[in-house]
T-cell receptor, first 108, second 115 residues
């Protein structure tokens, strides 16, 4: 059983649409990371959250600790946002557990 | 420039021939980690290190060794590589050794093919 569940697996949007990717996690995870992986493979850390909400440009990440749920939102999506978005939980043992990733395609 | 550097970026080798993938970071980070990424399985943690001389197994440590003799370096060693270790490998680091509730910085990845 994966301790980090992510949805949807694939997502196609039109340029300008508001996008939401969801992540649920299990007990023992104390912080949630959102990562972006572009074609070509490099991984960039977008956010790390243990409570509340964070915003960077058009990207917003929220976390609800009681419900063990996090969301990544992209406002005014653009084709350059096309990538795989991965949520990951860091646990009390300092290990990392990853979701399966969401492949986002934003069409012009 | 702050970075995590992995070498080599690509390697094709044969079963049983020992290899080492190097990882170096210039940010004085305490925490370092190795991951592998496979289609359908996503990213999985191999080993991690909270600080110098402190290493722990992740989800998939079998067939791998690591060492952390210096803060900046965290090499991944495959003593006797096998085809099931063909994968894309990432090294990452983060600031704190007291818990990895810190953003991670990733290397560019090493694509390993074991024939």
């Amino acid at each position: 059983k994966n301790e980090v569940e992510q949805s949807p697996q694939n997502l196609t949007a039109q340029e300008g649409e508001f996008i939401t990717i969801n992540c649920s996690y299990s007990v023992g995870i104390s912080a949630l990371h959102w990562l972006q992986q572009h074609p070509g493979g490099g991984i960039v850390s977008l956010f790390m959250l243990s409570s509340g909400k964070k915003k960077h440009g058009r990207l917003i990440a929220t976390i609800n600790i009681q419900e063990k749920h996090s969301s990544l939102h992209i406002t005014a999506s653009h084709p350059r946002d096309s990538a795989v978005y991965i949520c990951a939980g860091s646990g009390n043992n300092n290990d990392m557990r990853f979701g399966a990733g969401t492949r986002l395609t934003v069409k012009p | 420039e702050a970075q995590v550097t992995q070498n080599p970026r690509y390697l094709i080798t044969v079963t049983g021939k020992k290899l080492t993938v190097t990882c170096s970071q210039n940010m004085n980070h305490e925490y370092m980690s190795w991951y592998r990424q496979d289609p359908g399985l996503g990213l999985r943690q191999i080993y991690y290190s909270m600080n110098v001389e402190v290493t722990d197994k992740g989800d998939v440590p079998e067939g791998y060794k690591v060492s952390r003799k210096e803060k900046r370096n965290f090499p991944l060693i495959l003593e006797s590589p096998s085809p099931n270790q063909t994968s894309l490998y990432f090294c990452a680091s983060s600031l704190s050794g007291e818990g990895i509730n810190q953003p991670q910085h990733f290397g560019d990845g090493t694509r390993l093919s074991i024939l």
